[in-house]
Structure formats: C-alpha cells, structure tokens
DNA sequence: CACGTCATGTCAGTAGCTGTCATCACTACA
DNA sequence: TGTAGTGATGACAGCTACTGACATGACGTG
C-alpha cells in the first residue's frame, strides 16, 4: 500500500489522489487501508516510530560525557542513518510533501515528536529544564537543515554525500551562531 | 465567529464542535463560515500573519550590528509582544490546542512558517545559508519555550510575567548550551 | 473436527469542505 | 431618483475522508 501510494501521489499529486484509488492499487479495500493507516498522510510517515526510537536509544546511550546539544545530535545522526541507503526514496518523498502543507504538517508533527522524545531521553540523563528542550529542538533544527542538504546535493558530481557529514556540517553552523 | 469557536471547543472540545455548531452559534451559515475561515482548524490562528509580519519588520528594523540570532530574536520579541495584554485569552487557546493533535500541527505549521519569514529577514540582512535558517528555527524554538513558560508562570504569585523577559531567559539558556 | 482470533470485505453514516446560483445590501454614477 | 456594479451571504447539491457495525473466511490450536 505505501509503494501504491508513492506511485499515485508522484503521479497525480496527493490531494488528487482518493484513498479508494490506492487501495484499489494495492488490490484492498478503501475501509482496509484506513485500518493500517490512521489516516490517509500518514501512509507517507511508516517509518517515524523506528527513527524517533532509534534517536532515543542513541541518546541513552551516548557517552556521559558529552553534552546535552551532543548527545541529542548524536541522536540524530543514528535516525538520520536508518536512511543512509534510501536516498532516492528519500528525494522523492519530499518531494511530495514539500508539494502539499497538509503533508508538511504531518512531518513537522513527526519532527516535533522526534524533539519530545529526544528531550526526554536528555532529561533521563539528568538534564534539567529549559535546557533539555532547547537542545532537543536545536538538534532536530540541525536534522532538518542537514538532511536538507543531503537531499539537495546532485548525485552527479559523483561525490556520494554523508548524511552524518551534512548533519556535522550544520551542527558546526549552529555552533557559530553565538 | 472566533468567540463563537473559542467558547464551544472549551465547552465540548475541538473534535465534538462542527462547523455548522460554530456558525449557528455566530448567527450565520456553514457555508459563511467556511468562506471566512480555509479551515475548521484555521479559526484558532487568526493572528498568525499579522505576528509574522511583525517580527519580519522588527528583524529588518533591528540595529545593524546585532548577530543574526539576536536580530531574530528581536523579531520573536516584537512578535510576542502583540500578545502581551491577552495572557488569559492566550491561555485558554494554549489547552485547547494541547488537547487536539490536529491542532498541534497547525500551530507547528504557523511557527515554521514564522521560522520561514525570519529567515528570509534574515537573508535580506545580508545573512547566508544555512546560518539564516539555523538562526531562525533556534529564535522561533526559544519562541516556543519561553511563550510556554510566559502561559505556564502562575498569576496567583501576584508577579506580573513578562513576555520579553520569559524570552530573554530562554535565550540566555540556548546560549548556555554551546 | 470444533473453536477462537485476526484480517478483510461490505454497507451505512457523519462531517469537513467546495462549486454554483440566487438574493440582498450598499455604492457609484448618470 | 433610478440603475448598474460589487461584495457578502444563504441555499443546495455533491465529493471525499474517515468511522462503526456486522459478516465472512483463513489459519493455528486443542
């Protein structure tokens, strides 16, 4: 169903696209595909619990030293990894978000729970408040414009981009800001 | 309509209140409502554009030689302010949208589009890439932290809470992390 | 072979939202 | 004063996202 739906929105665009028409793709019924999807974007959004978990557990384990910025970056460098093979998915798929608000909602929905979960994680290393929300969202800020860059790159300057490298390179801009 | 919307998704909620509801309540039609308003959700965020645009102007009025983060900030500052003598009506949407994750994304979609404008601000000020995005989402995230802290500081403790100052105590936290 | 359960199909219904046309107030201008 | 244009609204039909309820069939377990 999620490779039926890709297809049909990178065909026609999302809001062109009517659940029936991808469950009938799929060889389902409309009523079966908004049992597996809670509703008809987020089909668009599979693999945001594995990322956010992903982040959490990298958080938790990341040496006690670092900081908090550090450790939530690190966080987003092992989501961000779970995509290191899957570039052109990758380029496509938002591809098709950055084409409808409903979806970039969506994905800032997703991305502000990757934050919240992130800060937890911080707060169970022991840092406080405001501290550990603002470096969660710092390092999510750092995800966005990295793994913006990771995607933007051409690929036929044959140079194969790193997305832990993007992201380093963004974190260090960030750094310079103050 | 706003007042009309405001009271009814205090009273049964945002998911239990329906278009026709809230128009019947302001003495007009579905349909009316629906011209005034792209979206049911879109009645709670009236004044979105018109914090936007403040904080535009404030980052390009803001003195030359100020760092592109303190420059945003300025512009977060001014956009805050047009709530300063609405605290109780501010709370009251604040635990509406909490309770409603459709809600939460369109509030996350209204602060990136902030974010979006500060940055393009930003780059009119002569700022470049990725610094000016970077910049603006950190300023919008201590936006987002402090205004919370502004809604949450209890009024019983007969200390007025400053909108600026709530603010400034959240930068001074997001610097402290570097 | 009987039984539970789990995924799916079917059908009816609600609500968000849109296009279209008619109506009515208000304004401008002859 | 009359008349034409403009803008807001009402009325109505229609589509689509999404949900609840019930029936059916596959499958593993005893």
């Avoid at 409309?30 to 987020?42: G, N």
């Avoid at 994905?107 to 022991?126: H, Q």
Wanted: glycine share 6%; aromatic share 6%; with cysteine.
């Amino acid at each position: 169903m999620i490779r039926a739906a890709v297809e049909l929105f990178a065909e026609r665009g999302f809001e062109q696209t009517t659940a029936g028409d991808i469950a009938e793709r799929a060889g389902v019924t409309e009523r079966t595909f908004f049992r597996h999807f809670a509703d008809k974007r987020e089909v668009l959004f599979d693999g945001s619990k594995t990322m956010e978990r992903t982040a959490y557990d990298a958080i938790l384990a990341a040496p006690a030293d670092l900081s908090p910025l550090d450790a939530a970056l690190a966080g987003m460098v092992a989501g961000a990894s779970l995509l290191e093979g899957r570039r052109d998915h990758a380029v496509r798929r938002s591809g098709i978000i950055a084409a409808n608000p409903s979806l970039q909602e969506r994905e800032l929905l997703k991305l502000a729970a990757m934050a919240d979960t992130a800060a937890e994680a911080l707060r169970t290393r022991g840092v406080a408040e405001p501290t550990a929300s603002l470096a969660a969202h710092s390092a999510v800020t750092v995800f966005q414009v990295g793994f913006a860059r990771w995607l933007s790159t051409e690929v036929s300057v044959e140079e194969p981009p790193d997305v832990a490298t993007c992201l380093a390179q963004a974190a260090a801009a960030l750094r310079a800001l103050t």
